[in-house]
């Protein structure tokens, strides 16, 4: 079993949706909870990135997280066509250098005009 | 503020060359990373840097791969002899600090092994 498992799409909605993203995750140990967003031939970039579990809230973003449950989401309001990316889960531990990095496999989303 | 610079973007080689990725890091930044990205997959941390010493290297194949940073800024990334499985792009990041909020990748190399 993957310690991050995530839903590999693609998804494709039409533009002005509502659209969530979403990630399950088995170790316990992880305590920062990240999404990234990853345009075609580009490296990953951090969109948001939350503690504790709840919601953040950033623009037409919203991040959710319930480590009871070990799940976290990614809710994008009014989605747009530049929306369109692979959008990266990631989780991390520190180690004696900072934190470690444990990335989901990503969900292709597709933002139609 | 320059981004983290990697070379060359793309690279075809037959299976059992050796090949080579160069990345430099956003100045300053103590950390770095390599990571390999399968399509479809998400990015798999090879190795950590802090400076020139090694933090992690456990996901690291180091029977065809090496990587090194001499002088704490610069690094290369190396397999000898590459396989098939190796098609990956691989992506450098560097850290200020280590902290996540301070990751910044690059671009990455594609790299093709037919």
């Known amino acids: 079993q993957k310690e991050v498992e995530q839903d590999p799409g693609p998804l494709s909605v039409p533009e002005g949706a509502i659209v969530s993203l979403n990630c399950t995750y088995s170790?316990?140990?992880?305590?920062?909870f990240m999404w990234y967003r990853q345009y075609s031939r580009k490296g990953p970039e951090l969109l948001m990135y939350?503690?504790?579990?709840g919601n953040k809230e950033d623009g037409r973003f919203t991040a959710q997280v319930d480590k009871s449950s070990k799940y976290i989401s990614l809710f994008i309001r009014d989605s747009q066509p530049s929306d369109s990316a692979t959008y990266l889960c990631a989780m991390s531990v520190a180690n004696n250098a900072g934190n470690m990095l444990t990335f989901g496999g990503g969900t292709r989303l597709m933002v139609k005009p | 503020e320059a981004g983290v610079a990697q070379s060359p973007r793309y690279k075809i080689i037959e299976k059992r060359q050796s090949v080579a990725f160069w990345c430099n890091p956003i100045?300053?930044?103590?950390?770095l990373y390599w990571y390999q990205q399968i399509l479809g997959q998400g990015p798999k941390l090879l190795i950590q840097f802090q400076n020139n010493g090694v933090v992690d290297d456990s996901q690291l194949p180091k029977d065809r791969f090496s990587a090194e940073r001499l002088k704490g800024v610069d690094s290369t990334l190396k397999i000898q002899p590459a396989k098939l499985e190796d098609s990956a792009v691989y992506l450098c990041?560097?850290?200020?600090?280590?902290?996540?909020?301070?990751?910044?990748f690059g671009s990455g190399t594609r790299l093709t092994v037919v």
């Open positions: 170790n316990s140990a992880f305590q920062y």
């Open positions: 939350t503690y504790s579990s």
């Open positions: 990041a560097s850290s200020l600090d280590g902290s996540f909020y301070g990751y910044t």
């Open positions: 100045s300053g930044h103590a950390t």
